[in-house]
């Protein structure tokens, strides 16, 4: 792991969902590992590279808060998109005031995390790319505050910001241990997307984070440096 | 952490006999009838097993019986219990034409055949007998199910009796034995297999869960904690329930285990909409109940007054969503004393945990508020704590409430009090529904009361023209939790719990001001005739803009107040009272901001509050307020 990176991200709301809670929102009580990935892939990824995700520091006290959100109960079926392609008039649009669901969600106020990373290349990988390329890329993005698209916390509504983390590493309100219970780890899109968990636990405010078990396809064909 | 939890709880109470919940494979459900079999599958006559203790109206019975299937849509039948539609094949629901359902029928005999194919017991082959004799058709000639008719073809459901034998034939060892084979069998054919997101393991995931009972303002059938019922909730190409595996086991369980809660007396309270269950990690019957109580404090005194009104004004009313059940609530004594000695404790300035005796205060508590949704019920708020910090966390939102009462009224005022007095019209249906969940977040986590609930007072004061205990208290609390989050010290303010003549602050002096003109007012109109009442007083027409303007109103009113103080008795007496505040002003500010209005607001009930306390037999201002606090 000697390309390591540690980036703060902080925001006024979050919402990782819980997948059993997920009609009516409520979110885990720290940031999943697959969010964490999210935020690294808005600031820098390329088909060559894979972030995995080491720990996560939960600077702040866990806080939750209600809200309620108007938001659309269907999807543009597939099917449309499909027939549009073959050159059939389709209406391709979806009317949100006309397909309406209010939800409730309890969400965390004033999160702040910091993401401990490294990542791997995967075979994608080309000539030009090397791990110290990539790096620099990626530290330089973060120092610059850089990004592909807004990083954002769970949910795209509740944006973050970010800043790498160089000098000392800022401290947690978090004592003791808590057991978090089970959480997502992330999705084995190699195996029909199927979820992982792993059971969360806080040491000092502190979640290590496993290696995604045997099984993923990515896993194997990644080279760790 | 919540399905976890609850599945913590269910492995509890199975252990426990007398907790009644179900085991896997079986459920709850309300049953009407059973019908009585000959061996031959002859329909003898039918037992009303109702329960008439609930007053005029019979209510089904409850029972455990085989599971039963979600049905949203469709023809799915139930083993051994359903309604006539699949008994007999026959509905006839109110006042709508009668209706043959043989299809229901047909899928009811198709289950049993599945089932009980083969089976050598003679209450299985009974209900065979029955389901393959029987023609729906013919239903309504049967001179056996004549009598009951309206009620039977009504929708209750039935279960099957073999006469002679004890017991109904769903209990009988053979015929459960057949049934839990059957599902074993099905739950092995389930070809989703998957990690369970609650226990971690790999095993078969439930497709549909179980729906909840008991949540207020859901569906009459029923809502689910965890449903997919809508395309845009669905990810990665998954179905259902496919999208957060839960083990079928778990599944079972957690709904069963917050079903029980939701049923029971003690660990379900309403908190305005949303309805709260709360359960110990372990076995604390007597905390459980002294924290019910603590929460939602019975409120013996208020019932005459203004909740009669309530309960009155017609059988949909606020009923569903004030807790109106709490005069049959039941709660063990030694409950009741506990938190009465944590109150007492409380109000002397001490530390609430002092009035702990006998009960442990670090059992955990989880407590879990639901509301629903349409077919959903989303979790307003989770929380879980010791059930000493609960206690001081409860005790202390008690203190910063407390404030001097008019006699008719007792504290501490529970939350849908609070509530009900941002409603307009005291309607506890039009407050803001994100209210109740995020003051009894604020009360159990100590927490600053939520930002809308003080402007809610605040507008609705206004709107109203008129102050209540309720909201005086709660403005209060809002005002000392401010200060003492902020780091500042209340002590110079005017947050007692009643008058504070000692108070400088501007806002304070000017609410104890306009509650002195009023004063006058009331006694120049009283002194001539004492009957007479006022079509508007002062505060009619200018406690709005006094409170928000004073700038503008009070000169006005100062002119005015000349005239009364020259009529009324003891005139001199209130000339000088109002010369001393006004001493103490530094003029009239031309606004006051919120954070001042409800200054303005304590100032003017806590001087109001203080002339009832001085002259216990009120003359005519004290009769016409009592009347409009319970108009």
């Known amino acids: 792991m000697g390309y390591g990176v540690a980036v703060k991200v902080w925001g006024d709301y979050a919402c990782f969902t819980r997948p059993e809670m997920k009609a009516e929102r409520v979110s885990y009580d720290v940031m999943t590992p697959s969010a964490a990935r999210g935020v690294l892939e808005a600031i820098h990824w390329k088909p060559a590279l894979r972030w995995v995700v080491d720990r996560i520091h939960v600077l702040n006290e866990i806080r939750f808060d209600n809200i309620r959100r108007n938001e659309v109960a269907s999807k543009i079926p597939a099917r449309n998109v499909e027939s549009a392609m073959k050159g059939k008039e389709v209406e391709l649009c979806q009317y949100a005031s006309e397909d309406r669901q209010q939800r409730a969600a309890l969400v965390l106020r004033d999160p702040a995390y910091v993401i401990e990373a490294h990542f791997a290349l995967t075979d994608q990988v080309g000539p030009t790319d090397t791990p110290e390329k990539h790096y620099n890329i990626a530290v330089r993005r973060m120092r610059q505050g850089q990004c592909y698209h807004r990083p954002y916390l769970g949910c795209r509504e509740f944006p973050a910001q970010f800043e790498l983390v160089e000098g000392e590493m800022p401290t947690s309100c978090h004592r003791g241990e808590r057991d978090l219970g089970w959480m997502l780890l992330d999705i084995d899109y190699a195996d029909n997307m199927t979820p992982r968990f792993f059971r969360a636990v806080m040491h000092d405010g502190v979640i290590d984070v496993p290696a995604m078990p045997e099984g993923g396809g990515r896993l194997d064909s990644a080279e760790s440096v | 952490m919540i399905l976890q939890s609850l599945y913590d709880l269910y492995g509890r109470l199975l252990d426990d006999p007398e907790s009644g919940v179900s085991k896997p ?26 329960d008439a203790s609930g007053g005029k109206k019979l209510r089904a019975r409850e029972m455990d019986v ?13 083993f051994m219990c359903d309604n006539s539609g699949y008994m007999i094949g026959v509905t006839q629901q109110k006042s709508k034409e009668l209706e043959i359902t043989t299809a229901k029928h047909d899928a009811m005999r198709a289950l049993h055949d599945e089932v009980l194919e083969g089976s050598g017991d003679p209450g299985a082959k009974a209900v065979l007998a029955f389901l393959h004799g029987w023609d729906p058709a013919r239903a309504q000639d049967c001179p056996v199910l004549a009598p009951l008719w309206k009620d039977i073809s009504g929708g209750g459901n039935i279960v099957f009796k073999l006469d002679g034998a004890s017991g109904y034939i769903h209990d009988r060892p053979s015929v ?110 007597l905390e459980e109940e002294a924290f019910a109580e603590l929460v939602n404090p019975s409120q013996p005194g208020t019932r005459g007054s203004e909740e009669s009104s ?54 955990r508590f989880c407590i879990l508020g639901l509301s629903p949704n349409n077919a959903r019920v989303s979790v307003r708020f989770w929380y879980v704590s010791s059930f000493g910090a609960l206690v001081d966390q409860v005790a202390q939102h008690y203190a910063d409430m407390s404030i001097a009462l008019p006699t008719w009224e007792t504290g501490p005022f529970p939350i849908w009090r609070v509530i009900k007095a941002t409603a307009p019209l005291g309607d506890l249906k039009r407050a803001s529904p994100l209210l109740a969940g995020a003051i009894t977040r604020s009360m159990l986590m100590g927490t600053a ?77 009283a002194k001539g005739n004492p009957e007479a009442k ?46 001393g505040i006004i001493g103490s002003l530094d003029g009239f500010p031309a606004y006051l901001d919120l954070e001042q209005q409800g200054e303005f607001i304590l100032g003017y009930y806590h001087q109001r509050q203080a002339f009832y306390e001085k002259k216990p037999a009120a003359t005519g201002s004290a009769n016409v307020s009592v009347k409009e606090e319970q108009q």
Not at chain 2, 66 to 75: D, H, L, M, N
Not at chain 2, 184 to 208: F, Q, S
Request: aromatic share 8%.
């Open chain 2, 310 to 363: 309530d309960s009155e004004a017609g059988p949909d009313s606020s009923s569903d969503i004030a807790p109106n059940d709490q005069a049959k609530m039941q709660r063990d004594p030694r409950a009741t004393r506990l938190v009465h000695d944590v109150l007492a404790k409380v109000a002397e300035g001490r530390p609430a945990r002092e009035g702990l005796s006998g009960v442990d205060p670090d059992v």
């Open chain 2, 449 to 525: 009361y939520p930002e809308g609930l003080y402007t809610a007072l605040l507008a609705r004061i206004r709107a109203d023209q008129d102050v209540n205990p309720v909201q005086a208290a709660m403005i209060k609390a809002c005002l000392v939790r401010r200060d003492r989050l902020s780091g500042k010290t209340a002590k110079e303010g005017s947050h007692t719990v009643s008058l504070n003549e000692q108070c400088t602050d501007s806002a304070y002096l000017l609410g104890r001001l306009f509650a002195w003109l009023e004063r006058v007012q009331a006694n120049a109109v």
């Open chain 2, 534 to 579: 006022l079509q508007s007083t002062i505060r009619d027409r200018y406690f709005g803009s006094a409170s928000a303007t004073p700038r503008s109103v009070f000169p006005v009113l100062l002119r005015l107040a000349q005239h009364h103080i020259a009529k009324a008795d003891y005139g001199e007496y209130a000339d000088k009272q109002i010369e």
């Open chain 2, 25 to 50: 494979g079986y459920s709850k459900a309300g049953v009407s009838f059973a019908f009585n079999l000959s061996e031959s599958g002859e329909l003898l006559d039918v037992i009303d097993v109702r």
């Open chain 2, 176 to 285: 459960r034995g057949r049934w839990e084979r059957y599902c074993a069998d099905k739950t092995d054919g389930n070809e989703n297999v998957g990690y369970c997101l609650v226990t971690g393991k790999v095993g078969p995931i439930a497709r549909i869960h179980d729906n909840l009972k008991g949540v207020t303002g859901a569906q009459p059938s029923g809502a689910a904690l965890v449903s997919f019922n809508l395309a845009a909730f669905t990810s990665y190409g998954k179905e259902q329930n496919i999208n957060a595996p839960v083990g079928e086991e778990v599944a079972f369980g957690y709904v069963t285990a917050l079903n029980y809660l939701l049923r029971s007396k003690d660990n379900r309270m309403r908190i305005a909409d949303s309805t709260t269950v709360f359960w110990a990690e372990g076995p604390a019957r």
């Open chain 2, 66 to 78: 085989p599971r039963q299937v979600k049905r949203a849509y469709g023809i799915r039948a139930n």
